[in-house]
């Protein structure tokens, strides 16, 4: 008997990870939280006050930035919000009056995407540095559009993929992008949770929930942990949960092929009991392994073979994902770049997305970028 406090499961299988790695080591130091920009601090509007935009204006609180609007057709959630996080805002009903103040410069459009697209092309046209919610669009040649027209207007189009600033995502993204694990030989992640709070929303009819709405983020850090590599076939497939109660399937999986690599996702979300989150990418150099019991507490370790170390991570997807996809895009605008979450990279992950989806549907490989339109 010792007087060692007992341990979680998740930290028993970390010490038996770590324990064939070798030597513990200090984790390496490295730009994974969000960035602000230095000087440039603009007049937001947020155009959509439902429950996700909670975590979008604490996280702009917390960067200190200027949100100077607020609407949603629901007065009263818009009235919500500016009593709880801005009181200066001013509140509006229609987001074409948000889009005549010539002080506001970027506007958060946080709302379906078929509401969503007329929004995108008023905002551009109106000479607004645009963050979109995420997914993106249903039609890539309608996002291709999207992307030309702000082009050829001088402004900024940035997806909210706010996982990519997931604390564990973002700091595997910089570890790769810095070589610490060589070459990505394949990456496998999963998710075990209980999606079925859906019932009685509108998520409830989107007929591919899980690979579509949710999905996104997953396939988009894919591509980050990829890199360049193109996707070369993704196969899926969707079924329904035992006794599952709401439309969507809830079951959902999918495979990516490429040349030299390989990727695979897996979601199960009607998971009620013992949920668990699971990243796990290999690499000619070495490997990161991240679990947790959910998707904002992540125990992440990276193994070479000078040893191993465990990640002590700050923040929390929710809201610190949001404070980085604006940050981003406003550090982008000051330094007169590409976002690194622009709509233009982002439609190579919906590009995967779709094929997924369609997949599911055809019950066959499908290339990338053949699908044009979402499943619906």
């Given amino acids: 008997m010792t007087d060692e406090p007992e341990r979680s499961e998740a930290e028993r299988n970390y010490s038996l990870t770590a324990a064939d790695a070798g030597q513990q080591l200090a984790a390496p130091v490295l730009p994974y939280l969000p960035r602000d920009p230095k000087r440039y601090r603009p007049r937001i509007g947020l155009i959509g006050c439902g429950g996700i935009t909670e975590d979008h204006l604490t ?11 607020l609407c949603d057709v629901v007065r009263r959630r818009a009235d919500e919000r500016r009593r709880e996080f801005y009181p200066e805002a001013e509140v509006y009903h229609d987001y074409r009056d948000v889009l005549k103040r010539d002080d506001i410069e970027v506007v958060d ?13 008023a ?3 109106a000479g607004k540095h645009v963050l979109s919610q995420k997914p993106f669009v249903v039609d890539l040649d309608f996002g291709r559009r999207m992307v030309d027209l702000a082009d050829r207007q001088g402004v900024k189009l940035a997806v909210n993929q706010n996982g990519r600033w997931a604390p564990h995502f973002s700091y595997a993204r910089q570890a790769i992008r810095a070589g610490l694990i060589g070459e990505v030989a394949a990456a496998h992640l999963s998710v075990h949770w209980d999606h079925t709070w859906v019932k009685g929303t509108p998520f409830e009819k989107i007929r591919h929930l899980i690979l579509y709405d949710f999905g996104i983020h997953w396939f988009d850090v894919v591509r980050c942990f990829l890199g360049e590599r193109e996707p070369r076939r993704v196969y899926a497939s969707t079924a329904e949960s035992p006794g599952q109660q709401i439309a ?5 999986q999918a495979v990516i092929e490429y040349d030299d690599a390989q990727a695979s996702l897996a979601f199960d979300a009607s998971t009620r009991f013992g949920a668990q989150d ?24 990276l193994s070479t073979s000078e040893g191993y170390c465990v990640a002590e991570l700050e923040g929390c997807w929710f809201p610190d994902g949001f404070h980085g996809t604006m940050g981003e895009l406003l550090s982008a605008i000051e330094e007169d770049r590409e976002p690194i979450n622009s709509a233009c990279d982002n439609l190579e992950s919906l590009a995967l997305c779709f094929a997924a989806a369609a997949s599911a549907e055809r019950h066959e490989p499908v290339v990338p970028g053949t699908v044009r339109q979402m499943v619906e």
């Fill in 109 to 121: 459009l946080a709302v379906h995407p078929h509401e969503r697209e007329p929004m995108i092309e």
């Fill in 278 to 301: 699971r990243t796990y990418v290999a690499g000619t150099l070495g490997t990161i392994h991240s679990t947790g019991p959910d998707l904002k507490h992540q125990t992440l370790t």
């Fill in 248 to 252: 969507p399937p809830l079951l959902a």
């Fill in 123 to 125: 905002a551009l046209l």
């Fill in 59 to 69: 996280a702009y609180r917390k960067g200190g930035y200027d949100v100077a609007a």
